[in-house]
């Protein structure tokens, strides 16, 4: 069983930053898929940006203004939100696969951690 522990979110105005933070205490995750998916009310759960092993890749509407990273020593991974819009509000999760081959769908995922809410004010 992997515990994944998430943490950063909050309150922020529109175009303001967040840094998401997922911990794995005890776990590496070089030979895990990593990623960040969020769900807003009402909304199905979206993949945000991922790591695997052919690199990170990101959804259409947040490239260019989120970053995915893996601090290895840490065993965090981290999801740097700039310049974030209203609809980004949402529960962030994270999420590790038993694979390193990356995924775009929740149902691909075989841990997940506990969310952190990010709420964007206009």
């Known amino acids: 069983q992997v515990q994944l522990v998430e943490s950063g979110g909050g309150l922020v105005q529109a175009g303001g930053s967040l840094r998401l933070s997922c911990a794995a205490p005890?776990?590496?995750?070089?030979?895990?898929?990593m990623s960040w998916f969020r769900q807003a009310p009402g909304k199905e759960r979206e993949v945000v940006a991922g790591?695997?092993?052919?690199?990170?890749y990101y959804a259409d509407s947040v490239k260019d203004r989120f970053t995915i990273s893996i601090d290895h020593a840490k065993n965090t991974v981290y999801l740097q939100m700039n310049s974030l819009k209203p609809e980004d509000a949402a529960v962030y999760y994270c999420?590790?696969?038993?694979?390193?081959?990356?995924?775009?769908?929740?149902?691909?995922?075989?841990?997940w951690g506990q969310g952190t809410e990010v709420t964007v004010s206009s």
């Open positions: 999420a590790a696969r038993r694979t390193p081959v990356g995924g775009r769908k929740a149902d691909e995922y075989d841990y």
């Open positions: 005890g776990r590496t995750f070089s030979t895990q898929a």
């Open positions: 790591v695997s092993w052919s690199g990170p």
